[in-house]
């Protein structure tokens, strides 16, 4: 069976990156994704913060440019989704649903996905008022009504980011207080356009083509009323994709793999890259940053091994 040089768990920004800078410094590398190019990116329609695209560009197309753009230089791409890894050999064993592939090396870039509020209609009207990304959408909303659903910190510093932009903020959580650090709760009880809806929680979505509000329940006097919005942010954490991962590489608290800005896991020959792995900030851009870290030290990896 061949070996390849590279593996990748993966096709979103983080794994395509990965394996164009692999093939481009002469590995073989291949990328199983089990969807399609792009990962979460292809959530949205328009994505305004990625370098050298002045007028944005939708998600979908620009998966697909990173798969074209790795393909072109030798990557190969298999449509499947990885079961089972066996990580802890010097030849890494990759299980898909009907397939096994070895590998020299492993980059794990099966990213992350923001925890959903399990609302009716929530997957249709993602990018039609409602996300999960302050940082990513907000700029959408100018001068608009929005909230964001949650207590954390994400969720403050989300409300407070977009009460710079939007006309009004409300920040719907279902407890009686915020769960956030206390640096956040002076700014956000003076910031006049932030409201705080605490002991609520949304309950129904409100939309024609998108939405225009929702129902929000307070949780002690069994009240219902409509909140007319123009968005809704949805801000109550993150699951990273690492099941397959666990008892062979270390994660942190959060279940996210533990790898630094080298991407290094704990297991020699195994790179984390983009969402999975502990990080601040999870962007496009620090994804496709990491892709090529990966590359570039596992490239190492295999040099001072000798090439077995
Ligand atoms: C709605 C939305 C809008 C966003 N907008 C922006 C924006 O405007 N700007 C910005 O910079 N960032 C934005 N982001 C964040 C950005 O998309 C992510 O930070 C980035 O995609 C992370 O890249 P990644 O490659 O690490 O992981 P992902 O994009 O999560 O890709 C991981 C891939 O791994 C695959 N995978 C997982 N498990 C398996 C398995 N078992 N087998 C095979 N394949 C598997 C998944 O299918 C997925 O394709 C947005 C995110 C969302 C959800």
New binding site residues.
């Given amino acids: 069976m061949k070996i390849y040089d590279m593996i990748v ?8 990156t990965a394996a164009m800078y692999a093939v481009r410094a002469g590995l073989s590398a291949l990328v ?13 329609a ?5 370098p050298g695209f002045e007028d944005g560009v939708d ?1 979908y197309t620009l ?1 697909g440019k990173m798969k074209a753009q790795a393909e072109k230089f030798g990557a190969e791409s298999v449509n ?4 089972e890894v066996f990580l802890m050999d010097k030849v890494k064993r990759i299980v ?1 649903e009907d397939s096994e592939y070895l590998s020299k090396t492993v980059v794990a ?6 925890r959903k509020l399990g609302l009716r209609h929530e997957e249709e009207l ?2 039609r008022g409602v ?3 302050a ?3 907000g700029m959408f909303y100018k001068g608009k009504n929005v909230a964001v659903v949650g207590g954390g910190n994400s969720a403050a510093a989300d409300a407070l980011a977009l009460s710079r932009i939007a006309n009004s903020v409300t920040l719907i959580h279902r407890r009686d207080s915020l769960r956030a650090s206390k640096v956040y709760h002076e700014p956000l009880i003076n910031a006049e356009n932030v409201h705080l809806l605490l002991s609520s929680e949304a309950t129904e979505f409100v939309f024609e083509d998108k939405l225009t509000g929702v129902y929000v329940k307070d949780k002690i006097t069994g009240e219902e009323r409509m909140l007319p919005l123009d968005g809704l942010f949805i801000s109550i954490g993150r699951s990273p ?1 690492t099941d ?1 991962f666990k008892g062979q590489l270390a994660l942190d608290d959060n279940g996210y793999l533990q790898a630094g800005e080298d991407t290094r896991t704990s297991v020699p020959g195994v790179f984390a ?5 502990t990080k601040a900030l ?7 940053a ?2 090529a870290s990966a590359a570039h030290f596992a490239e190492e990896y295999l040099a001072d091994a000798g090439g077995f």
């Fill in positions: 768990l993966g096709g979103g920004p983080a794994g395509y199983i994704e089990k969807v399609a190019a792009g990962g979460q990116m292809t959530e949205t328009a994505i305004d913060n990625y998600g998966g499947a989704e990885v079961r898909t870039a099966t990213g992350a996905h923001h993602i990018g996300g999960y990304c940082e990513c959408d994709e397959m890259a983009g969402d999975v792995r999870r962007q496009i851009i620090t994804a496709a990491d892709g």
